[in-house]
Each structure stands twice: as structure tokens, then as C-alpha cells.
């Protein structure tokens, strides 16, 4: 059975550094074609896809955050991170992990994890 | 980056009635088109990738179709269940992003 779980503060203040984590089950990212990509929501707003960290260790971002953003991995616990600097009010939201299949459709999602920047 | 446009925002239908959600993206994505479905206080489900291919355990009556730069959703006979958000989302490069969301309400 293949989860994910995500994990983190869920209060941030202004100006730091958010890190959160996603326990993947099920599958590794050791094996060959495995990739998983972060997204948030804001309250009541639309989906944005953040970035994607592959097998081999390959990392994308969202043009817009990408100074700001960093992902990575420890294949030995079978987690993903992804640590966002200088956080904002305006990061305030749900941060979901999720699988992505070679098609780039994400077809496992975790639970979400919230996220609250305020001071 | 692609830019991904829904139309409606949001709609009202019947259980029964049959519905239509378009999507379009600013370039050709060579048929990499998603579609998800989120109901409230809960993460998005995988329904349709590669513009008409079902995941697994969703039901026939979510039909996805078009290409090039212009897609649909369409659910026919509506059941209660079905009332929530939908998403299409390209992953042809990264990043993949979505599009604003349809909110399909019950009248």
C-alpha cells in the first residue's frame, strides 16, 4: 500500500525557515523512475505545484519560489524534504506531498500537513 | 511557464444531469493534461492523466478528452459523491502547474 505523510510546524514566525517532511511508504525513492513533487493551497485558493525531486536526485522548482525553496531526500528513511526560506503571511497554507508517475500526473497524495506563517 | 485556464469557476447541476468542465493551456502539451478531484478538507484525488486515461476505481461515467491546447471533463449522470473541486494540471515540463479550479455545486 502506497502512502505519504507529510509533517511539520504548523506556526511559523515571518523571516524563517520552514522544513517539512514527507514519510513515503510503499514505494523508495531508490528505485529507478520514482519521483515526488511538493504542492500547496492556500485557504480557499487553487492548487500550486512547488517542485519535484527525482531518483537520481534531480530537483526542479516553480520559477516564482525557486530562490526560496530547496528539496532533497534521505533514501536511507525514505523521506523527502522541502525547506522554504524568509517565509511570508502569504505562505499560509496546506502542503501536500505527492508520487509522481512517469507521466508527471501525481498519483498518490499525503494528507496534507497546515502551515501557519504569523507572528 | 503554461498557463492552464478552466471554465466555468464554478456551475450547479442536478444528481443525474450530465456536465462539461474545459480546460486550456497557453501551448501544446502534447496530451500530458490531468485531472483531479478535491472535496472539502481533504487532499486531491488522481481521476484522469494523460487526457482520457481513468486511475484506478474511478468510475466510467468521468469521460476526459481533446488535445493539443484544449480539454474536457465531462462527468455524465452525477451522483452525490461527485459534487466537489476539479483541477486539471499539465506535466509536460515542469512546472506543472493547474489550473484555477471548478467548483460544482448542487442546485
Known amino acids: 500500500q502506497i502512502t505519504l505523510k507529510e509533517s511539520g510546524p504548523a506556526l511559523v514566525k515571518p523571516r524563517q525557515t520552514l522544513t517539512l517532511t514527507c514519510t513515503l511508504s510503499?514505494?523508495?525513492?531508490?528505485?529507478?523512475?520514482?519521483?515526488v513533487s511538493w504542492i500547496r493551497q492556500s485557504p480557499g485558493k487553487a492548487l500550486e505545484w512547488l517542485a519535484r525531486?527525482?531518483?537520481?536526485?534531480?530537483?526542479f522548482y516553480t520559477p516564482a519560489l525557486k530562490t526560496r525553496l530547496a528539496v532533497s531526500q534521505d533514501k536511507s528513511k525514505n523521506q523527502v524534504f522541502l525547506t522554504m526560506t524568509n517565509v511570508d503571511p502569504v505562505d499560509t497554507g496546506t502542503y501536500y506531498c505527492?508520487?509522481?508517475?512517469?507521466?508527471?500526473?501525481?498519483?498518490?497524495w499525503g494528507q496534507g500537513t497546515r502551515v501557519t506563517v504569523s507572528s | 511557464d503554461i498557463q492552464m485556464t478552466q471554465s466555468p469557476s464554478s456551475l450547479s447541476a442536478s444528481v443525474g444531469d450530465r456536465v462539461t468542465i474545459t480546460c486550456r493551456a497557453s501551448?501544446?502539451?502534447?496530451?500530458?493534461l490531468n485531472w483531479y478531484q478535491q472535496k472539502p478538507g481533504k487532499a486531491p484525488s488522481l481521476l484522469i492523466y494523460?487526457?482520457?486515461t481513468l486511475a484506478s476505481g474511478v468510475p466510467s461515467r468521468f469521460i476526459g478528452s481533446g488535445s493539443g491546447t484544449d480539454f474536457t471533463l465531462t462527468i455524465n449522470n452525477l451522483q452525490p459523491e461527485d459534487f466537489a473541486t476539479y483541477y486539471c494540471?499539465?506535466?509536460?515540463?515542469?512546472?506543472?502547474?493547474f489550473g484555477q479550479g471548478t467548483k460544482l455545486a448542487i442546485k
Open positions: 501551448q501544446t502539451i502534447n496530451n500530458y
Open positions: 494540471q499539465h506535466s509536460f515540463y515542469t512546472p506543472y502547474t
Open positions: 505527492a508520487r509522481a508517475s512517469p507521466y508527471g500526473d501525481l498519483d498518490y
Open positions: 510503499g514505494f523508495s525513492m531508490s528505485n529507478n523512475g520514482m519521483r
Open positions: 525531486i527525482d531518483w537520481d536526485d534531480d530537483k
Open positions: 494523460t487526457v482520457s
